[in-house]
């Protein structure tokens, strides 16, 4: 299946959502694209690395928040901007992120020990990508959130080795994510 009939769903919706929803018992994760169901888990299902599967929660909650400002931020900016085409690589690439750690977790409750590393690799991308959104991406996110509205002015202008950077994390082809975001272009809705 291709990346853009995977993520198709969040980019195409006329309404921002956050696709994450964690209250430090349970984790639910919804809307990451159309063949990915939502899952709920709480942390009691979980018998071993319960700090690491917290921990990867608050991170995979943060980045929900920052692809949730990002799309607000692309809803005004118009297909036309190109730091519009950055902000959806980059969204197609946290998204892939969360993708990925949803489908970890259910692996690692049916097979806690051969999925340890696997567990450990993603809390780790999850980490360096909220890093990366924290530093080069959105460094004023408690700006944003506070704004009813926002706008190209409200953002630093995101470079292309950033943009590289992020889709590496997200684990992301750029030639695949740059056919997403041409055909992302054609859509009637984003």
Do not use: H
Request: charged share 30%; glycine share 6%; aromatic share 8%.
């Amino acid at each position: 299946m291709r990346l853009f009939d995977r993520l198709k769903g969040p980019f195409t919706k006329a309404k921002c959502e956050r696709s994450i929803n964690y209250d430090k018992r349970t984790f639910e994760i919804s809307g990451l694209g159309s063949d990915v169901p939502g899952i709920k888990f709480s942390l009691a299902d979980f018998k071993t690395e319960v700090q690491k599967i917290r921990d990867a929660s608050e991170f995979s909650e943060l980045l929900d928040n920052y692809q949730y400002q990002m799309c607000r931020l692309c809803k005004e900016l118009g297909k036309e901007d190109d730091e519009w085409k950055k902000y959806v690589a980059i969204r197609a690439s946290m998204f892939n992120l969360l993708t990925s750690f949803q489908g970890t977790l259910i692996a690692f409750k049916s097979d806690p020990e051969g999925q340890k590393p696997r567990l450990y690799n993603v809390v780790g991308q999850l980490q360096d990508f909220t890093l990366l959104a924290a530093r080069q991406i959105l460094p004023n996110m408690e700006d944003l959130e506070s704004k009813s509205t926002v706008s190209k002015g409200d953002v630093q202008e995101i470079s292309p080795g950033t943009v590289s950077k992020a889709l590496e994390l997200g684990s992301l082809d750029e030639t695949e994510v740059n056919q997403f975001v041409e055909e992302l272009e054609s859509e009637q809705v984003i």
